[in-house]
């Protein structure tokens, strides 16, 4: 069984930085595309990067790119998602997700594609 572990979301303050980070276990991770989600109260879980099997193809949404940058190391079983210049609007739970990509350069945008979740960790940003 697949498991993902999110880990270093906080409280920080606008501007700051914060690097979330979510190992995969139960299965060989170089076999998944990845993404990561957020959820504000009251708002949809939404796609903020995703990162193809091989790491060499990212997609990120418009409100975060050049904030934000999706990385993985295949060796560590680990997805990062390092959050810069961080605003009010990025306040939410944060989670990965595991995808079983057709290709190595496959990402994917949408929630459905995505096979396995992480618990999600918070960060909040205050201003």
């Known amino acids: 069984q697949v498991r993902l572990v999110e880990s270093g979301g906080g409280s920080v303050q606008a501007g700051g930085s914060l690097r979330l980070s979510c190992e995969v276990s139960?299965?060989?991770?170089?076999?998944?595309?990845m993404g990561w989600f957020r959820q504000a109260p009251g708002k949809e879980r939404e796609i903020v990067a995703a990162?193809?099997?091989?790491?060499?193809?990212?997609w990120y949404r418009g409100s975060v790119r050049g904030r934000f940058a999706i990385s993985r190391d295949n060796a560590k079983n680990t997805v990062f998602l390092q959050m810069n210049r961080l605003s009010s609007e990025d306040t939410a739970v944060y989670y990965c997700?595991?995808?079983?990509?057709?290709?190595?350069?496959?990402?994917?945008?949408?929630?459905?594609?995505?096979?396995?979740w992480g618990q999600g960790t918070q960060v909040t940003v205050s201003s």
């Open positions: 139960g299965d060989t991770f170089s076999a998944f595309a």
């Open positions: 997700a595991a995808s079983r990509g057709f290709k190595e350069s496959d990402y994917f945008t949408s929630k459905i594609m995505y096979d396995d």
């Open positions: 990162i193809s099997r091989s790491g060499e193809d990212t």
